[in-house]
């Protein structure tokens, strides 16, 4: 895990740099939209951005890079998987995954995540609607609409035939969505901002029934945690790890 400790501090550090160039906006440029995105369309935002990217590119390329490698390594796991555990095949797992993001979208919106009981472990149901009660005694309510699963890449999975209930997946959903925090009363935008635009998220999902239920969702840097964490599949004999 040290890799994925160093990539994400110097991940980290090109965040940093970023906002410090924009700490100071004209005032009618600190939106809640978030400094960075704002900060890009002024044409200051621009050059400063593009600079940064020149002096990083040869990182961004390094890692850009790495992940490719290590999503193919992945693939190639899964594939193998799949081919000896049904419920691990790709196609059914996409159409699993699909299903649930819809239902979990639709009680949210909803603000109802028991809508979506049997899609989400009862620990994770409980988890979100405590977030979704929270915004509405603060006054408050998250609008996403427009929501469309646009890629799909599988990050990680483990495997023991001798415990099944334990498998686990995780793959990372980019979506495009509108995805924004109103205040309740008046309607008006408190975070966020009513545009399209793409969203990544990380999705971890266990077996409860038979069936995949989703147990987590993360931001979308935490792909390279799961990617270096190696997919494995304990054997009847041991441990024996797939890559």
């Given amino acids: ?43 200051v935002g621009k050059i400063v951005l593009a600079a940064l990217v ?14 490719a490698i290590l999503v193919r390594r ?6 193998r998987l799949g081919a000896q555990v049904p419920h691990f095949a790709w196609l059914p797992l996409k159409e699993r995954v699909g299903e649930v993001f819809g239902w979990v979208h639709s009680a949210w919106d909803m603000e109802k995540m028991d809508v979506a009981r049997d899609f989400m ?11 979704l009660d929270r915004w509405e005694r603060d006054g408050l309510r998250n609008v996403t609409s427009d929501v469309k699963i646009k890629r799909l890449t599988p990050l990680y999975m483990s495997h023991d035939p001798r415990s099944p209930e334990d498998d686990r997946f995780v793959v990372e959903i980019v979506a495009e969505m509108r995805d924004y925090l109103v205040e309740r009363a008046s309607g008006k935008v408190v975070q966020g901002d009513k545009a399209l635009g793409e969203q990544t998220t990380v999705w971890s999902f266990v077996r409860e029934n ?17 990617l270096t964490e190696s997919s494995r599949v304990l054997a009847e004999q041991g441990k024996t790890t797939v890559a």
């Fill in 1 to 43: 895990m040290q890799s994925s400790r160093r990539s994400r501090l110097l991940f980290a550090g090109l965040l940093v740099l970023a906002v410090v160039a924009f700490l100071a906006p004209e005032p009618a440029l600190a939106a809640p939209g978030g400094l960075v995105k704002q900060a890009a369309r002024t044409t």
């Fill in 54 to 67: 020149l002096l990083f590119l040869p990182l961004i390329l390094w890692f850009a890079a790495k992940r």
């Fill in 74 to 79: 992945t693939r190639k796991a899964l594939r």
């Fill in 121 to 131: 472990t009862a620990w994770y149901v409980r988890n979100q609607q405590l977030q």
């Fill in 210 to 226: 038979g069936r995949w239920v989703l147990s987590n969702i993360e931001p979308g840097e935490m792909d390279l945690e799961y």
